[in-house]
């Protein structure tokens, strides 16, 4: 056992690149919200620091008063939401189906899913753009989310499909020896256990729609159905220099959201996890 445990110097640098990777994380975010807080002047200085010297709310109020955040972020959470929600109802089954029946299907799901990821976003927006045209769905959020879930579900459905692999089909059985119907067995055994797995997939499908940026800026013409990510872009001016202050007071809060909704989630996952592991 004493061969398996790691030294000290070891130990010490696994914590130094944690921490360097840590920083190399952080390093952006900070400096966004730096910025977001800083005047004008302080933004054309020669010599920036990290702590603004006369931190301001002004980029927050002029970017609010030259586009419409608010609207552009409800247009986003309904994206967001509605693909999550798609995403999961139809993976879970997909998902159990093919981790508790292996064979050809399962394994055509799983080339499905490694083929389809290789497809850069280019490749598929001309097709897409022309089904979508003719279900009369351009323009409208309803169609942006059809395209967020068919995005998402081939991960989803991977990810899911490793969670139901790790809940041992003897539960089912023992439980259907009990006399627990099919349907009984996946409410009361299968289903709590991938609890944290469908919350996981529900948090991916999320945060991948709500920062999306390519598909929203083709599909939705219309500046009252634009997205965040997309109304952004807007704080460029024509030759491309950005009005930094309000951009950069714009993205801190478009990143808000994503930040707590993995907050509150990831204690449910781990949660959630650890129930899982005890049952018996």
């Known amino acids: 056992m004493s061969g398996l445990r790691t030294s000290g110097p070891a130990r010490a640098g696994q914590y130094l690149a944690l921490l360097a990777y840590l920083v190399f994380l952080a390093f952006p975010f900070l400096w966004l919200i730096s910025t977001a807080f800083k005047p004008a002047r302080e933004l054309a200085s020669l010599h920036p620091t990290w702590i603004p010297e006369n931190p301001t709310l002004g980029n927050f109020r002029q970017a609010f008063d030259e586009q419409p955040l608010l609207q552009a972020a409800g247009n986003s959470l309904l994206a967001a939401l509605g693909a999550a929600v798609v995403c999961v109802v139809l993976a879970t089954p997909m998902a159990y189906v093919i981790a508790r029946h292996r064979g050809r299907l399962s394994t055509a799901a799983t080339g499905w899913v490694v083929v389809s990821q290789a497809f850069p976003f280019v490749l598929v927006i001309i097709p897409l753009f022309l089904i979508l045209k003719n279900l009369h769905l351009i323009n409208s959020v309803i169609g942006l989310v059809l395209v967020y879930v068919v995005w998402s579900l081939p991960f989803a459905l991977w990810m899911l499909v490793g969670y139901v692999r790790a809940v041992p089909a003897e539960l089912e059985e023992a ?38 940026f390519f598909f929203a800026l083709v599909l939705l013409k219309t500046p009252e159905k634009q997205t965040l990510p997309v109304v952004l872009t807007h704080f460029l001016g024509a030759e491309g220099v950005a009005d930094l202050g309000p951009l950069a007071a714009a993205a801190f809060l478009a990143t808000l959201p994503s930040l707590v909704v993995f907050a509150v989630i990831q204690k449910r996952i781990t949660g959630g996890m650890l129930a899982g592991a005890v049952k018996s």
């Open 175 to 212: 439980a259907a020896v009990d006399g627990a119907g099919r349907l009984r067995t996946l409410v009361s055994v299968t289903a709590p256990l991938l609890a944290p797995g469908i919350v996981a997939t529900a948090l991916f499908a999320f945060i991948t729609a709500w920062n999306e």
